[in-house]
């Protein structure tokens, strides 16, 4: 246990002291993603508006047609997005770093901050475009706007502790690319990222109660969408985090080794 | 100082995916390996009780069968894979070149790749910037720097992860079966790359089929077989000497 955890932080400070070729990497990634397109990464945006639009002006509802219901589905919908994006891309990581993890000594945690950074600069994108969102939803800027920071922060923070522990989990059962792509795709329904919750009973109740991702949309989204500062769900979301963290570092610390001959 | 000791290295595959062995002691008579069980899964012996000991100035060349575990010794001295059991000791900067693609963006120019190569190795900016030029000059690339990787033949591609690799100065370099994708001038340049580097009390261990490059590079061969080491010797140093020296 505690030779894991020696490992492991060897393995990150070692990644951290190398932090310019998984910023390099992670605008190579970028650039790649985007290469020979006329928008380039402007298509990041354009998708995320393009999404949040059908949204907010289709499936108009006397329910929905609020500001309030505009920044509640388009601050929902980045935190979602960057969530879904960063789970998915995570559980193939190693196997898709295989030509680095084959080639070079990098330690592990160097291709989990370079997916961090990647899923970051995306999120940028979309964070742009949610700000014109809300700027023209009549909501009004209010300095209340300012408690979803320290949400943010928290999620950036869980990031690289989420990021490896689903690659672990792609790394060892190769499955879980599809389990996890198929819970990603239903969690878009099941999480409240369109819908309210008004203490409705039944599937609702339990989607919004014990669905971890709630806790993660709420931290940013309430104090904007609401304008106060959701201590429940930055306190859950906090533990959940440190769980992954744990996990992350014990991974980290007993199997770094192992991964080379799995992927 | 510089050295390399292996002291009973072993290390074996797992298999986790299901192989065909229909008839197994047809198809492996002539390759250097052999696929073992152990509880239910299957297992490749790839090195077994390998140990030898190099000093500065060795140049070390692999040789064996296809499968016989040279490219498996050589990332083992990189430190990429751990071994089963056995302890690697290992003194000096070691670089490494493996297989073209290994450690190169196919979409980055070259000029790029280097950079990267660079700040994986853990240079600064301005020591690549610095060594650009003579990267540059030494593949003979040419206007080529600036063109996507994948777009390089086989020997170009050869070329740049060579000069990046030696630019560093390693003092220990492992290759495997690589200049061999250069063309004649370009092998002879390596080759006195290569002495340079030796002469620097370095370190070079090089896994090749190549018999004339073993030849005029190496000044002792191992051969391995299924993963042990069949034979170690040290060769009479004067033809490598006199070469250095011309
Ligand atoms: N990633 C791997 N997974 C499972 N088995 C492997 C792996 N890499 C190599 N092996 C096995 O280990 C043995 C040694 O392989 P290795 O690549 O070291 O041989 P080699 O001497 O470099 O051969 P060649 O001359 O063809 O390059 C072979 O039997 C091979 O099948
Ligand atoms: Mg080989």
């Not at chain 1, 700027?135 to 209340?144: D, H, N, Q, V, Y």
């Not at chain 2, 152990?38 to 000093?55: C, P, R, T």
């Not at chain 2, 060579?162 to 390596?190: C, N, R, V």
Request: net charge positive; hydrophobic share 50%.
């Amino acid at each position: 246990m505690i030779s894991a955890l020696n490992g492991a932080l060897d393995d990150i400070s070692k990644a951290m002291r190398l932090h310019r070729v998984w910023i390099a990497l992670a605008h190579e990634d970028i650039g790649d993603q985007h290469r020979r397109t006329t928008l380039g990464p402007l298509w990041l945006l354009v998708n995320y508006l393009a999404f949040i639009g059908t949204f907010i002006f289709v499936f108009k509802t006397s329910d929905t047609d609020s500001a309030g219901y505009t920044a509640y589905a388009s601050i929902g919908l980045v935190v979602w997005f960057y969530l879904m994006e960063m789970i998915s891309l995570s559980v193939p990581l190693f196997s898709r770093e295989g030509s680095f993890i084959q080639g070079t000594r990098l330690p592990l945690f160097v291709y989990v901050m370079r997916l961090t950074v990647q899923c970051i600069i995306r999120a940028a994108y979309s964070v742009a475009g949610c700000i014109v969102i809300l700027l023209f939803s009549g909501l009004g800027i209010s300095t209340e706007w300012l408690l979803s920071i320290p949400g943010m922060l928290l999620i950036v923070l869980a990031t690289p502790a989420m990021v490896t522990v689903f690659a672990f989990l792609g790394a060892f059962f190769p499955d879980a690319q599809f389990i996890v792509g198929n819970i990603m795709r239903v969690g878009t329904f099941l999480t409240p990222v369109f819908w309210v919750y008004h203490g409705q009973s039944g599937i609702q109740n339990y989607a919004y109660h014990w669905n971890p991702f709630t806790y993660f949309l709420e931290v940013v989204r309430a104090p904007i969408a609401s304008g106060e500062f959701p201590m429940h769900a930055f306190v859950l979301t906090a533990y959940i985090s440190l769980a992954f963290w744990v996990i992350a570092l014990l991974l980290l610390g007993r199997y770094r080794k192992r991964v080379v001959f799995l992927i | 100082m510089i050295s390399v000791k292996l002291d009973n290295v072993s290390l074996a595959y797992r298999l986790y995916e299901k192989l065909t062995l229909s008839a197994p002691d047809r198809r492996l008579g002539a390759l250097g390996g052999t696929i073992g069980r152990s509880g239910g899964m299957q297992v490749v012996q790839a090195l077994e009780d390998v140990s030898f000991e190099l000093k500065a100035g060795d140049r070390l060349g692999l040789v064996g069968p296809n499968g016989a575990g040279k490219t498996t010794l050589l990332k083992v001295l990189y430190g990429i894979y751990q071994p089963s059991s056995g302890t690697v000791s290992i003194e000096g900067k070691v670089d490494a070149l493996f297989n073209i693609n290994i450690g190169f963006r196919p979409e980055a120019t070259g000029r790029r790749n280097i950079v990267l190569r660079g700040l994986i190795s853990g240079w600064t900016e301005a020591e690549i910037e610095q060594k650009m030029p003579e990267i540059i000059t030494f593949s003979e690339l040419g206007d080529f720097i600036d063109v996507p990787f994948k777009t390089y033949s086989q020997g170009m591609a050869a070329r740049l992860a060579f000069s990046a690799a030696t630019a560093l100065d390693p003092e220990i370099l492992l290759m495997d079966e690589w200049i061999g994708a250069g063309d004649a001038a370009f092998q002879e340049k390596a080759k006195r790359r290569m002495d340079e580097l030796a002469e620097k009390a370095g370190i070079i261990v090089l896994a090749s089929h190549n018999e004339n490059l073993l030849e005029s590079v190496c000044t002792k061969r191992m051969t391995l077989k299924n993963g042990r080491v069949e034979s170690f010797i040290t060769r009479p140093t004067k033809k490598v000497g006199a070469r250095a020296k011309s």
